[in-house]
T-cell receptor, first 116, second 111 residues
Framework: NAGVMQNPRHLVRRRGQEARLRCSPMKGHSHVYWYRQLPEEGLKFMVYLQKENIIDESGMPKERFSAEFPKEGPSILRIQQVVRGDSAAYFC??????????????FGQGTRLTVV | GENVEQHPSTLSVQEGDSAVIKCTYSDSASNYFPWYKQELGKGPQLIIDIRSNVGEKKDQRIAVTLNKTAKHFSLHITETQPEDSAVYFCAGDTGANNLFFGTGTRLTVIP
């Protein structure tokens, strides 16, 4: 049973370009979460999705950031017109049930985005 | 909203000694408290968790204690080994379907 798969592992974008980060949850998991981690800091919640639905996007910037989890395929975190401040590690986690119910969440290896 | 504070930010111990990391939280509605270990360049790995109906949980060299009244929980690692060196994060659920993380503790086990 493969774990949470994220790709790419590393992504370099010039300012103004778009970044697309992909996450395939663990088999049997329908709940996906995206977190951002700045260097030497903890993880900050961005968005929580179930298949085809955004449940909670309270941690996601209102502009330039969007997320989706289509019926088929991976979840996508999309950052438009990237700026240097977007440089961070972005982690995806998945769980079998909502985290609010005390369900274990498993993380992927992350995508390290560098904006130059 | 939830706020999780974690101490210390760095911790160095001799191999074989014990390590203790402490966290406090603010949201009395939180019921689930996982601990994650993150090695350099990798994603966080769940190592142990505890729910609010339990005061202590052990898994080999790792134990977690929870005091709901005081709103704090701790990670205890006994007989530390060099491979325990990593950054450890505590977290609490927010009741809003996500986790709120502490700022991390960088543990170094000196051989």
């Amino acid at each position: 049973n493969a774990g949470v798969m994220q790709n790419p592992r590393h992504l370099v974008r010039r300012r103004g370009q778009e970044a697309r980060l992909r996450c395939s949850p663990m088999k049997g998991h329908s709940h996906v979460y995206w977190y951002r981690q700045l260097p030497e800091e903890g993880l900050k919640f961005m968005v929580y999705l179930q298949k085809e639905n955004i449940i909670d996007e309270s941690g996601m910037p209102k502009e330039r950031f969007s997320a989706e989890f289509p019926k088929e395929g991976p979840s996508i975190l999309r950052i438009q017109q990237v700026v240097r401040g977007d440089s961070a590690a972005y982690f995806c986690a998945s769980s079998q049930h909502p985290q609010g119910g005390g369900t274990e969440a498993f993380f992927g290896q992350g995508t390290r985005l560098t904006v130059v | 909203g939830e706020n999780v504070e974690q101490h210390p930010s760095t911790l160095s111990v001799q191999e074989g000694d014990s390590a203790v990391i402490k966290c406090t939280y603010s949201d009395s509605a939180s019921n689930y408290f996982p601990w994650y270990k993150q090695e350099l360049g990798k994603g966080p790995q769940l190592i142990i968790d505890i729910r609010s109906n339990v005061g202590e949980k052990k898994d080999q060299r790792i134990a977690v204690t929870l005091n709901k009244t005081a709103k704090h929980f701790s990670l205890h690692i006994t007989e530390t080994q060099p491979e325990d060196s990593a950054v450890y994060f505590c977290a609490g659920d927010t009741g809003a379907n996500n986790l709120f993380f502490g700022t991390g503790t960088r543990l170094t086990v000196i051989p």
